[in-house]
């Protein structure tokens, strides 16, 4: 029996569109995608921060302090490697475990954290599919639980979630300020949680 013969080819880079494959899309939903997306980055670095702020201002007993001292390294650690999913619960731990924590909606905050950040799986890890009539794409995204992604995004819809995590970002900081301490890096108002003398 004769194998058949295989068409094979290569695709022709030089007849790609300009900005292959992200032409169909106006430069505008890329601006924003992008802005959205930093904003994720910037919410990270807060919860990192805001861990740092909660870990570092409680106060231990002296039986604790050792094994607490310890057990920090590693904590500040994760702050900058967790993705924003851990991050979000390792924020609520350490504002829990902070007795002069005066913020009472801290598990609402995180839930809202762990919800945007479904949304910025879609946004980091889908593949946008071409746009319809009105600039709306559904781009392929499935998770770990096998679940589609089925909405379409626009312009409008990254702009709104741009606002909302921005606002998160803004809540998690205020929880820190809340307690009269400076927020790390921010140099407002506020008590510095480290004097540098």
């Not at 490697?81 to 851990?86: A, I, K, V, Y």
């Not at 307690?179 to 003398?197: A, L």
């Amino acid at each position: 029996m004769k194998t058949a013969e295989l068409n094979s080819s290569i695709i022709n880079r030089k007849k790609l569109p300009p900005k292959f494959p992200t032409h169909m899309h106006a430069p505008k939903f890329w601006e924003q995608l992008g802005r959205t997306i930093a904003t994720y980055g910037f919410l990270e670095e807060v919860l990192g921060k805001a861990i740092f702020a909660f870990s570092a201002t409680t106060n231990y007993r002296s039986i604790e302090i050792d094994a607490v001292y310890q057990a920090w390294l590693p904590q500040l650690e994760r702050a900058l490697t967790d993705p924003l999913s851990n991050l979000a619960e390792a924020y609520g731990k350490a504002a829990r475990q902070n007795p002069e924590t005066t913020t009472k909606n801290v598990d609402e905050l995180v839930a809202h954290i762990k919800k945007a950040a479904v949304i910025r799986n879609v946004l980091c890890h889908g593949s946008w599919r071409m746009p319809d009539a009105d600039g709306a794409s559904v781009p392929l995204y499935v998770n770990r639980h096998k679940q589609v992604f089925d909405d379409a995004i626009d312009l409008a819809y990254l702009e709104k979630v741009q606002t909302h995590v921005a606002e998160l970002a803004c809540n998690v900081r205020d929880t820190v300020t809340h307690m009269g301490w400076q927020f790390p890096g921010g140099g407002g108002p506020g008590k510095p949680i480290i004097e540098w003398r």
